[in-house]
Protein backbone atom coordinates (compact mmCIF):
# COMPACT_ATOMS: atom_id res chain seq x y z
CA UNK A 1 0.00 0.00 0.00
CA UNK A 2 1.00 3.87 -0.48
CA UNK A 3 -0.26 6.54 0.94
CA UNK A 4 0.18 10.32 -0.28
CA UNK A 5 -0.95 12.95 1.70
CA UNK A 6 -1.06 16.86 0.96
CA UNK A 7 -0.77 19.39 3.66
CA UNK A 8 -0.41 23.24 4.35
CA UNK A 9 -3.64 24.44 2.39
CA UNK A 10 -5.63 27.73 3.62
CA UNK A 11 -7.41 30.29 3.76
CA UNK A 12 -4.19 33.60 2.84
CA UNK A 13 -4.52 37.28 1.25
CA UNK A 14 -3.61 38.53 -1.57
CA UNK A 15 0.24 38.96 -1.79
CA UNK A 16 0.65 36.28 1.16
CA UNK A 17 2.51 33.39 1.09
CA UNK A 18 1.99 29.18 1.93
CA UNK A 19 4.32 26.57 1.74
CA UNK A 20 2.13 22.89 0.60
CA UNK A 21 3.79 19.85 1.88
CA UNK A 22 3.01 16.36 -0.01
CA UNK A 23 4.27 13.15 1.77
CA UNK A 24 4.32 9.55 0.48
CA UNK A 25 4.11 6.60 2.53
CA UNK A 26 3.87 2.83 2.57
CA UNK A 27 5.53 0.42 0.09
CA UNK A 28 8.01 2.66 -1.73
CA UNK A 29 11.49 1.62 -3.51
CA UNK A 30 11.64 4.97 -5.10
CA UNK A 31 9.76 8.19 -5.89
CA UNK A 32 11.01 9.68 -9.70
CA UNK A 33 8.99 12.55 -10.93
CA UNK A 34 6.95 14.58 -8.11
CA UNK A 35 4.77 17.45 -9.40
CA UNK A 36 1.90 19.54 -8.09
CA UNK A 37 -0.91 20.03 -10.08
CA UNK A 38 -3.93 22.35 -8.90
CA UNK A 39 -7.73 22.50 -10.28
CA UNK A 40 -10.14 25.56 -9.51
CA UNK A 41 -13.83 24.75 -9.31
CA UNK A 42 -15.26 24.30 -13.32
CA UNK A 43 -12.05 24.01 -14.62
CA UNK A 44 -10.04 21.24 -15.73
CA UNK A 45 -6.99 20.25 -13.60
CA UNK A 46 -3.03 21.64 -14.32
CA UNK A 47 0.33 20.78 -13.87
CA UNK A 48 1.40 23.54 -11.40
CA UNK A 49 5.43 22.23 -11.11
CA UNK A 50 7.29 19.20 -11.12
CA UNK A 51 10.58 18.28 -10.12
CA UNK A 52 12.46 15.13 -11.12
CA UNK A 53 15.32 12.75 -9.23
CA UNK A 54 18.16 14.84 -10.70
CA UNK A 55 16.19 18.07 -9.08
CA UNK A 56 15.10 19.71 -12.82
CA UNK A 57 12.25 21.76 -12.55
CA UNK A 58 9.80 22.57 -14.76
CA UNK A 59 6.82 25.42 -14.15
CA UNK A 60 4.09 26.72 -15.74
CA UNK A 61 4.22 30.22 -16.86
CA UNK A 62 1.07 31.27 -14.61
CA UNK A 63 3.54 30.88 -11.42
CA UNK A 64 7.11 31.36 -12.67
CA UNK A 65 8.87 33.53 -10.17
CA UNK A 66 6.41 32.91 -7.70
CA UNK A 67 6.74 29.43 -6.98
CA UNK A 68 9.40 27.24 -6.01
CA UNK A 69 9.17 23.05 -5.88
CA UNK A 70 11.59 21.55 -4.03
CA UNK A 71 11.99 17.85 -2.98
CA UNK A 72 13.49 16.13 0.05
CA UNK A 73 13.71 12.40 -1.46
CA UNK A 74 14.81 11.05 2.28
CA UNK A 75 11.78 11.92 2.88
CA UNK A 76 9.60 10.89 0.28
CA UNK A 77 8.33 14.49 0.30
CA UNK A 78 7.75 17.49 -1.80
CA UNK A 79 6.93 21.00 -1.41
CA UNK A 80 5.55 23.56 -3.04
CA UNK A 81 6.75 27.00 -2.07
CA UNK A 82 4.07 29.46 -2.79
CA UNK A 83 4.62 33.81 -2.22
CA UNK A 84 3.03 36.52 -4.11
CA UNK A 85 -0.02 34.63 -4.14
CA UNK A 86 -3.17 36.02 -6.42
CA UNK A 87 -7.14 35.57 -6.00
CA UNK A 88 -6.42 33.21 -9.42
CA UNK A 89 -4.34 30.83 -7.53
CA UNK A 90 -7.46 29.47 -5.77
CA UNK A 91 -7.55 26.22 -6.59
CA UNK A 92 -7.50 22.46 -4.44
CA UNK A 93 -3.86 21.61 -4.65
CA UNK A 94 -3.15 18.17 -5.95
CA UNK A 95 0.53 15.95 -5.46
CA UNK A 96 1.65 13.11 -8.18
CA UNK A 97 3.83 11.35 -7.67
CA UNK A 98 5.79 8.44 -10.33
CA UNK A 99 6.41 5.95 -7.52
CA UNK A 100 8.48 2.87 -8.35
CA UNK A 101 7.53 0.05 -5.32
CA UNK A 102 9.83 -2.28 -5.84
CA UNK A 103 13.01 -2.06 -8.29
CA UNK A 104 11.87 -4.74 -10.00
CA UNK A 105 8.16 -3.00 -10.52
CA UNK A 106 7.19 -0.23 -13.37
CA UNK A 107 6.77 2.90 -12.15
CA UNK A 108 3.38 4.63 -11.42
CA UNK A 109 1.72 7.14 -11.06
CA UNK A 110 -0.14 8.38 -7.63
CA UNK A 111 -2.32 10.98 -6.69
CA UNK A 112 -2.69 12.70 -2.96
CA UNK A 113 -6.81 13.77 -2.08
CA UNK A 114 -5.23 17.35 -2.37
CA UNK A 115 -5.46 20.62 -0.23
CA UNK A 116 -7.49 23.76 -0.73
CA UNK A 117 -5.77 26.71 -1.32
CA UNK A 118 -7.95 30.10 -1.07
CA UNK A 119 -6.43 33.63 -1.69
CA UNK A 120 -8.79 36.55 -0.45
CA UNK A 121 -8.94 39.32 1.35
Known amino acids: QVQVVESGGGLVQPGGSLRLSCAAS????????MGWYRQALGMQRELVASITTGASTNYADSVKGRFTISRDSAKNTVYLQMNSLKSEDTAGYYC???????????????WGKGTQVTVSQ
Open 96 to 110: KLLIRRWWSDPAMDY
Open 26 to 33: GSIFSIEN
